[in-house]
């Protein structure tokens, strides 16, 4: 909404997703008859743009904008990309996925292009370049279950942030990415919720130092990169009756051995305390004894040599369990989906679920509590149980009461 003032007017400009107000756009007549604008990050660097244009107005020193701006800072997507990345306090594997995304898709393309030079026509068509690469890719790799829209809708969704922080800086007046629907993916893949049985089989086909990794999974429903992450001071097993698992720290690298670098969770969420059962505390207290590093800060599940276990490692041993427990297509998340769902049934709120798994928004938090169709025919059965329970106490009722039965007459 436009806002008039004694001399031109600012607007402010408002995220499409949450209605909070992003940037401000000023606007003045010149003497000239056009009509000129900027955009600014903050309604008072709008406000003293409008005083100082309308200074030159009044002094008779006014030329348009662009003419008497010899030295404007421009950029070109490319560079401003870079500086975007740069500028923020990104978790290391945000950094480098930023960085690939433009070396990879913006770099050889779009990002040769100055932003004010770049239109929404311009955007549309690079984006429908990126996938029509991003197929062919996995066509070439013969990947059946994907067809390159999951990265290309990660591309987009990147990229229309960097345009945003343009906006943003007073680089452009308004972003040219604005194509529906584009940041957003469906998977093709549903997340496995595993039975107990077979939960089992893929721990007890793990070696035997990775069972507990793939128990306190499925138990707490922590990120695997949390879990590589974890000391011996975040095990509490005192006592199996109150034991817990505390987060505070992450593998935020994927890396060979010592390459692997380990962080601060991402959002304060992940800072958390999960309770544990007697049974996982019992198992955590033997894998203490036998394969963490020794000290509060040894690692619970280190490396052959004592290190953060890498990535590669856990992903090999995992792909031999699954296929000894004949469960092929079971990934390492779906020990979390499965922990998390099962609380879900088990009672647990949105709030205690955000909690359990680290979320800072409950729309994530929810997609646990989906109704199965074995625990809607549950509920209906027990509703069927309670109705007649209620209808056998109903006629008891009447009975004591000396009730004539079901065509009694009501009292008038």
């Given at each position: 909404m436009?806002?008039?003032r004694?001399f ?11 209605n ?17 604008s900027?955009a600014?990050g ?10 100082e244009?309308r200074?030159l ?8 904008p662009h ?11 490319s ?25 990879l898709?913006v770099?050889p393309?779009?990002g040769?292009?100055?932003l ?22 996995a066509?070439?790799?013969?990947r ?5 829209a999951?990265e290309?809708?990660?591309v ?11 906006v ?10 604005h ?8 998977r093709h ?10 939960v089992e ?11 507990a990794?793939a ?12 879990a590589?992450?974890?000391r011996?001071?975040?095990i ?5 009756e ?5 987060v ?8 060979r051995?010592t ?11 992940g800072?958390?305390?999960v309770a544990i ?10 894998h ?5 590093r ?6 619970v ?5 004592g290190q ?9 041993a ?12 079971v ?11 099962m ?8 709030a ?6 680290g979320?800072s928004e409950?729309?994530?938090a929810?997609?646990?509590?989906h ?5 809607d025919r549950?509920?209906a ?12 106490a109903?006629?008891r009722?009447?009975?004591?009461s000396?009730?004539?039965g079901?065509?009694a007459a009501?009292?008038?």
């Amino acid at each position: 909404m436009a806002r008039k003032r004694g001399f031109g007017d600012l607007e402010a400009r408002r995220s499409k997703t949450t209605n909070k107000v992003i940037s401000w756009r000023a606007r003045y007549w010149g003497s000239d008859g056009r009509r000129y604008s900027k955009a600014f990050g903050d309604r008072l660097s709008a406000e003293m743009w409008l005083l100082e244009e309308r200074k030159l107005l009044d002094r008779g020193e006014w030329r348009p904008p662009h003419l008497r701006e010899a030295a404007v800072e421009r950029f070109t997507l490319s560079e401003w990309a870079a500086e975007y990345v740069e500028s923020r306090t990104l978790a290391p594997s945000t950094y480098r996925n930023y960085t690939r995304l433009v070396r990879l898709y913006v770099d050889p393309s779009i990002g040769r292009r100055y932003l004010d030079e770049i239109s929404g026509a311009d955007v549309a068509a690079w984006h429908a370049h990126v996938k029509t690469d991003l197929r062919k890719r996995a066509r070439a790799a013969g990947r059946t279950n994907g067809d390159g829209a999951g990265e290309a809708a990660q591309v987009y969704k990147f990229v229309s942030g960097v345009f945003r922080g343009a906006v943003a800086r007073g680089l452009i007046e308004s972003s040219p990415a604005h194509l529906v629907g584009a940041g957003r993916y469906r998977r093709h893949r549903q997340p496995v919720v595993l039975s107990s049985a077979e939960v089992e089989a893929l721990a007890r086909a793990l070696p035997e130092k990775y069972r507990a990794l793939a128990d306190v999974l499925s138990w707490t429903g922590l990120r695997v990169g949390e879990a590589r992450a974890l000391r011996r001071r975040d095990i509490d097993v005192r006592d199996l009756e109150a034991a817990s698992i505390t987060v505070t720290r992450t593998v935020t690298q994927g890396g060979r051995g010592t390459g692997a670098v380990i962080g601060r969770v991402k959002t304060e969420a992940g800072n958390r305390t999960v309770a544990i059962p007697p049974t996982l505390a019992a198992v955590l207290a033997g894998h203490l004894d036998r394969f963490a590093r020794p000290g509060r800060d040894g690692l619970v599940f280190p490396s052959r040599t004592g290190q953060v276990l890498p990535e590669a490692t856990w992903r090999y041993a995992w792909a031999k369990a699954r296929e000894a427990a004949g469960l092929p297509d079971v990934k390492t998340h779906d020990l979390r989906h499965t922990s998390l769902t099962m609380a879900a049934r088990a009672g647990a709120t949105t709030a205690e679920l955000m909690h359990r798994a680290g979320h800072s928004e409950a729309r994530v938090a929810m997609i646990y509590q989906h109704a199965t169709a074995e625990r809607d025919r549950m509920i209906a059965e027990r509703m069927v149980a309670l109705f007649r329970e209620d209808e056998l106490a109903a006629r008891r009722a009447r009975k004591r009461s000396g009730g004539s039965g079901d065509d009694a007459a009501p009292d008038d």
